[in-house]
């Protein structure tokens, strides 16, 4: 895998209960990329594996000051952006995700998100399509690879201090700094309401609906989390 790609998983330690989970997945269908954790400790319910590294930022200050003094530490040039509930269950495709960090960087897009969801697209080539600038949806954290600097970009110029306002303001910042964006998909089911199944980055998107365990849209890919990590699912609550 290219020393250009890293994983970052943007978490905290009130998330701890599901970081066994994410890291088990990830050293098993994430092999060979580098990986760092945001995150305001590395002291939880269990430890940080030692392939992943930490990167610690103040939970005193708002959550865009404390992601921004994260990313700014990382030097890779694309990053996959995940959180701690974007739980694994498959083989990640690093070979073509490393093939479309080639498209973005060759046709001067700035992101590829790894789920089709709701978005206004147009087809590019193969399983890539061009998102709508214009689209409400434009911007999201979710499963994605994007250029480190123009991610760090867009929370730079955010004028937005909490994670709740710089989501759905990200695509107006987006607008504003001229950035063109991509979706990877493959032709998987769908999930839901809103997204599909990715072929290249297959997780579980999210297992952690507000505060609870996302039992109704993954209930075969769950049972086998809380199984294999003998996780109590009535500690957290299901929906």
Same mark, same amino acid.
């Given at each position: 895998?290219?020393?250009?790609?890293?994983?970052?998983?943007?978490?905290?330690?009130?998330?701890?209960?599901?970081?066994?989970?994410?890291? &088990?997945?990830?050293?098993?269908?994430?092999?060979?990329?580098?990986? %760092?954790?945001?995150?305001?400790?590395?002291?939880?319910?269990?430890?940080?594996?030692?392939?992943?590294?930490?990167?610690?930022?103040?939970?005193?200050?708002?959550?865009?000051?404390?992601?921004?003094?994260?990313?700014?530490?990382?030097?890779?040039? %694309?990053?996959? %952006?995940?959180?701690?509930? %974007?739980?694994?269950?498959?083989?990640?495709?690093?070979?073509?995700?490393?093939?479309?960090?080639?498209?973005?960087?060759?046709?001067?897009?700035?992101?590829?998100?790894?789920?089709?969801?709701?978005?206004?697209? /147009?087809?590019? /080539?193969?399983?890539?399509?061009?998102?709508?600038?214009?689209?409400?949806?434009?911007?999201?954290?979710?499963?994605?690879?994007?250029?480190?600097?123009?991610?760090?970009?867009?929370?730079?110029?955010?004028?937005?201090?909490?994670?709740?306002?710089?989501?759905? &303001?990200?695509?107006? =910042?987006?607008?504003?700094?001229?950035?063109?964006? +991509?979706?990877?998909? &493959?032709?998987?089911?769908?999930?839901?309401?809103?997204?599909?199944?990715?072929?290249?980055?297959?997780?579980?998107?999210?297992?952690?609906?507000?505060?609870?365990?996302?039992?109704?849209?993954?209930?075969?890919? +769950?049972?086998? =989390?809380?199984?294999?990590?003998?996780?109590?699912?009535?500690?957290?609550?299901?929906?």
């Amino acid at each position: 895998m290219s020393e250009n790609i890293a994983i970052i998983i943007d978490t905290n330690s009130n998330y701890s209960d599901v970081w066994a989970p994410c890291f &088990g997945r990830l050293e098993q269908f994430a092999k060979g990329i580098k990986k %760092y954790i945001f995150t305001d400790t590395t002291s939880g319910i269990i430890e940080i594996p030692d392939n992943i590294i930490p990167i610690i930022y103040d939970n005193s200050e708002s959550y865009r000051n404390q992601f921004l003094s994260c990313i700014k530490q990382i030097e890779e040039e %694309y990053i996959i %952006y995940t959180s701690e509930d %974007y739980i694994l269950f498959d083989d990640v495709d690093l070979k073509e995700i490393q093939n479309i960090c080639h498209v973005l960087r060759d046709n001067e897009y700035s992101f590829c998100k790894f789920i089709k969801g709701p978005e206004k697209v /147009k087809h590019f /080539k193969d399983n890539l399509f061009v998102i709508d600038e214009n689209d409400r949806n434009f911007f999201a954290q979710q499963a994605s690879v994007w250029n480190t600097r123009d991610f760090e970009r867009v929370f730079e110029t955010s004028p937005h201090q909490t994670r709740m306002q710089h989501e759905p &303001g990200g695509s107006a =910042v987006c607008r504003q700094l001229g950035l063109k964006g +991509m979706q990877h998909y &493959g032709g998987n089911k769908k999930r839901g309401v809103h997204h599909h199944d990715s072929t290249i980055y297959p997780c579980i998107a999210t297992a952690v609906v507000k505060g609870l365990w996302n039992i109704s849209e993954y209930p075969t890919e +769950m049972a086998e =989390v809380f199984r294999e990590f003998n996780i109590d699912v009535f500690e957290r609550g299901h929906r």
